[in-house]
């Protein structure tokens, strides 16, 4: 489900779709789609896979991987914002 009222969107979305799944890129997709990030907002995603850069809507802001585990935030293409800091 998604919800959205009017022109507002959110600051952050997490992801954590059931592992070896294609759930993150169509949630991309919906995302873009639906314009459900602020402009200054991130995407954090944990997955098992690394991340497929074949959609241009977002972009990685930072990753890292943890044994098995990968870890992303991700901004839309008009971010401007900075994150510093390990993680």
Known sequence: LIFKRG???FDFIFLD???D???IKRALK???SYDLLKKD???II???KMLEQEEDSFK???EKKYKD???YILTGEDYEGYLSGKF
């Open 7 to 9: 022109n507002e969107g």
């Open 17 to 19: 779709p059931p592992y």
């Open 21 to 23: 799944s294609d759930y």
């Open 30 to 32: 919906l995302i873009k």
């Open 41 to 43: 907002g991130m995407i």
């Open 46 to 48: 944990e997955s098992t």
């Open 60 to 62: 990685v802001l930072k």
């Open 69 to 71: 585990i990968f870890i």
